[in-house]
């Protein structure tokens, strides 16, 4: 594997970490082995067929986000088993010195992903208004909202209205210089121009990652709460913000949560934040969330009964990728079988696992008060400060079992326990981990809880 699609692999799995759950991530996406890049598609490798079959219909989504928000040129996933990969590899990859030209690099103005356009955009109640403060953006870029924040919970459209944007101004505005990136990637880059600028010529790496930023018309970050905690990029990040605020060239910022929520974010940057406008994406109400499903079919040219279509969007209600998985899971399975167009029974039978082992009921509170409970502690002493014995193991449990059994980003986890560090939610959940394994007694106590949350 060459440096450049390790590096790529390597942050594409970051980001699934913070989208998925802890035994998704392990058993399914880890395990995937990244073969090569061909033209602008992603080809990964897995064990088996059954592995495959179920990443092309519970994953293949999370993971086409993940790569579309660390390179937007990239934007297609291709699965194949490990069985399957030497003869594909031999008759359709193209020789080596030829895909040489064709690795992933950074690019003043990204391709962005072509499926992600306002016309592609269901507007429901819960996006209307963020769908307004866009394509006023788009119109006057600059000079109305600025900045734009977006925030709102995980799979929920914040990339896609962004993306949105950004082809609208590609394709309206040629005139405008535009950057896309992830703040991750951001923090990244500065840290090369960082280690770059040594001996002759110091500083040199710095002034260009500064030029890159500051000299354009439209820049749009991402998941801009990764960069709390980072001071040095905060700082970065406030200097870059004044020159193209003062310039009056437009900035849009998406996130997690509101800017007053970013708790580990300088006071000055979640006041210039506040600056423009601020625009929410809530999960969708039933209506919309119907009109996204039939959206889907209608884009991918599926064939389905309408009561499929009710079936799916009232098992989810906060996370459109989510939804749109399971409809391509009903689709594919109803092709194994023969089955055009997709009738209700068989949406059943494809989704019976997933039903069977969904898990509604059960919220991060539910998980903190049972923990609590259990160990005969208070919300505040567990979500506080505390770093004695007997509140730390309690709030390690409880992070461990909050990343087992919800699909919830770890910064999102973080907040919980008092605006605690992604890093740190990491820590707790692979320690309790390896104590599961190796303690006995940890395993019995993570056990006694999860049972009495899920009620077994």
Known sequence: MNKELEFLWAQILSELETVTNLASYEVWLKTLEPLELF?????????????????????????????????????????????????YVNSQIIPKSEAAALEFEIEPTPMFNEKYTFDGFVVGKSNQFVHAAARAVCENPGKVYNPLFIYGGVGLGKTHIMHAIGNYLLENRRNLKLIYITSERFVNELIDSI???SGRGKDSATRLFRKKYRNVDVLMIDDIQFIENKQGTQEEFFHTFNDLYQAGKQIIVSSDRPPKQLNNMQERLVSRFSWGLIADIQPPEMETRLAILKKKAETEK?????KVFSFIAQKIETNVREMEGLLSRVTFFAELKGERPVSLETA??????????????????????????????????????KKNKEIVVPRQIC???????????????GQLFG??????????????LKEVKEDSNTASVVKDIKDRLLKR
């Not at 160990?375 to 567990?382: M, N, T, W």
């Open 399 to 413: 992070i461990y079992l909050i990343t087992e059994i919800l699909s919830l980003p770890l910064s999102a986890i």
């Open 39 to 87: 033209e602008n598609t992603l080809i990964l490798a897995t064990p088996t067929q059954m592995s495959k079959d179920i990443l092309n219909t519970k994953y293949l989504s999370h993971i086409e986000e993940a790569l579309s928000k660390i390179n937007p040129r990239l934007s297609n996933i291709k699965i194949i088993t490990i069985e399957e990969s030497k003869e």
């Open 302 to 306: 599926y064939s389905v009964e309408d």
């Open 348 to 385: 059943k039978e494809a989704l019976k696992d997933y039903i069977e082992n969904q898990k509604e009921t059960v919220t991060a509170e539910r998980v903190l008060d049972a923990v609590c409970e259990y160990y005969g502690i208070s919300k505040e002493e567990i979500c506080g400060k």
């Open 195 to 197: 280690r770059d600028g």
């Open 419 to 432: 605006g605690r560090d992604h890093t740190t939610v990491m820590h707790a959940r692979d320690k309790i």
